[in-house]
């Protein structure tokens, strides 16, 4: 059965870092597209950053430009995202996603969806 699990959120101050990671089975992990997503409290899932299967090449939401670094060990099966100078409106639950196509992921769509893990970033 696929799985995506991940793992790695907590509760940090603002201007501190946190590493999140979704680890990946029941799929052949280095020929999908894989993504991090995150959902605000009240708000829309909204996409964060994705990682093509072909090349390893990496797109980010501009919005999320700077402080967020995705990647990925094919060897591990595992995605990973390093979140830097977070803020309070990093605060949101962060799901990880993959697709046999960028452009799916590119669209806000998944095939496979993690259950998400808290991240949450006081004052």
């Known amino acids: 059965e696929v799985q995506l699990v991940e793992s790695g959120g907590g509760l940090v101050q603002a201007g501190g870092s946190l590493r999140l990671s979704c680890a990946a089975s029941?799929?052949?992990?280095?020929?999908?597209?894989i993504a991090w997503f995150r959902q605000a409290p009240g708000k829309e899932r909204e996409g964060i950053s994705c990682?093509?299967?072909?090349?390893?090449?990496?797109y980010y939401a501009p919005s999320m430009k700077g402080r967020f670094t995705i990647s990925k060990d094919n060897a591990e099966t595992t995605l990973y995202l390093q979140m830097n100078s977070l803020k309070p409106e990093d605060t949101g639950v962060y799901y990880c996603?993959?697709?046999?196509?960028?452009?799916?992921?590119?669209?806000?769509?998944?095939?496979?969806w993690g259950q998400g893990t808290q991240v949450t970033v006081s004052p």
């Open positions: 996603a993959a697709d046999g196509r960028e452009q799916t992921l590119r669209n806000g769509r998944s095939e496979y």
């Open positions: 029941g799929f052949i992990f280095d020929d999908y597209a």
């Open positions: 990682i093509r299967s072909t090349d390893g090449d990496t």
